[in-house]
């Protein structure tokens, strides 16, 4: 099928990073044609749907590179409360009352939430039945990452049981849904992984080709009770235990010294930045801008709902922007045009995926069209669209959403999910 849209303004975000008044032409889910001006008339009786775009942006789908989607029927359950009193009085008693429905219910919402901010790629850690959620991500159609959450505090056959369901995780579905759905391996931290189930997990990452997601130094507390307990840091140790010889991307970074630093850009860990989570739980706020210094690849997650409390790239990336300017009394410490890279190419890059994040001929067909007819969004142009993206974007600014060629959301509404249903669905349970 050949998808022609005309009469965008393109945001690329390609190596040119151009800007293009133009037309697209989607054929086997990838671009085949990115072009300026108005599309002659053969293209245009070639194509098997056209749809007239009327001034619209055209640009990548966010990439959300952190999140846990099974617990976001816990929004708002434990509110204001530190991290490690959050997760042990809070999110692990209540998550072991979550049946397999209440997993279900809570993925569904979040991926309605995600596609209805503009989100085409996301990676989930969770700990409860994955394959409920590869099946989900397959009738939703998204892109995804996968990842079975495993806490190594347990039997070594319990451990073995965790690496087990994670390759089996993998073996069955990555790859699938044309290739759209991709499975890692998820150590849940350092805190809750001993270094002898870590090195296994390394184990299985270089057997099974597969990279490897945790979450490393997200506050200060954890990062000095590794020390008291190792004599070394988080990054130092888990460098040693080989988990940055496969690829990896950690969650949080909030609390990393220059060393720590300096072996994570020596090995290519990417790091997914979580301002809003990091904010809520007073965890602190990431050295984004010394990261970004020293070469290390950036991107934007959410994190959960319980933590956040939502899963909106598009207030996660305006955070992003605005908090370094704070911290460092410098507005010119990030740029919005890197902020735009972090929740679309970076992220790309970050989940080990090729040919998205950005715009151009051979690339995959995800994108979302953005109606800019609207009072924040104007006067426009084309020098001042990065802006608007980062600083003036609401959610419901983005009409339509495709993955891999294939719309998702139309005018704002969803069309391989029952929104209404999801909704009355979550709302039901309540603890």
Partial sequence: MKLLIHSVTIVTMNENDDIVDGYVVVEDGKFKEVTAGYPNDSLIDQADETINGQGKWLMPGFVNTHGHLGSSLLRGAGDDMPLMDW??????????????EDVEKAAKLAVVEMIKSGTTTFLDMYHLHMEQMAELTIESNMRAVLCRGMIGLCSEEEQYGKINESVSLHKHFHGENAGKLHVALAPHAPYTCPPAFLEKVVDAAEKHNMWIHTHVAETKREVLEHKEKYNETQVSHLNKLGLFDVPCLIAHGVHLNDEEQHILSEKNVSVSHNPMSNLKLGSGIANIPELINKGINVAI???????????????????????????????????????????????????QLEDIGFIQEGSFADFILINPDRAHLTPWNKERVHSHLVYALKDDDISDVFVQGKQLMKDRELLFLDEQKIVADAQAFLF
């Fill in 87 to 100: 997760l042990q009085n809070v999110m692990w008693p209540n998550e072991q009352r979550l049946t397999k």
């Fill in 301 to 351: 997650g959410t994190d959960s709902t319980a933590s956040n409390n939502n899963l909106s790239m598009v207030e996660e990336l305006r955070f992003a922007s605005l908090i370094h300017k704070g911290t460092y009394q410098d507005p010119t410490v990030t740029q919005s045009k890197d902020i735009l890279k972090m929740a679309t190419v970076n992220g790309a890059k970050a989940l």
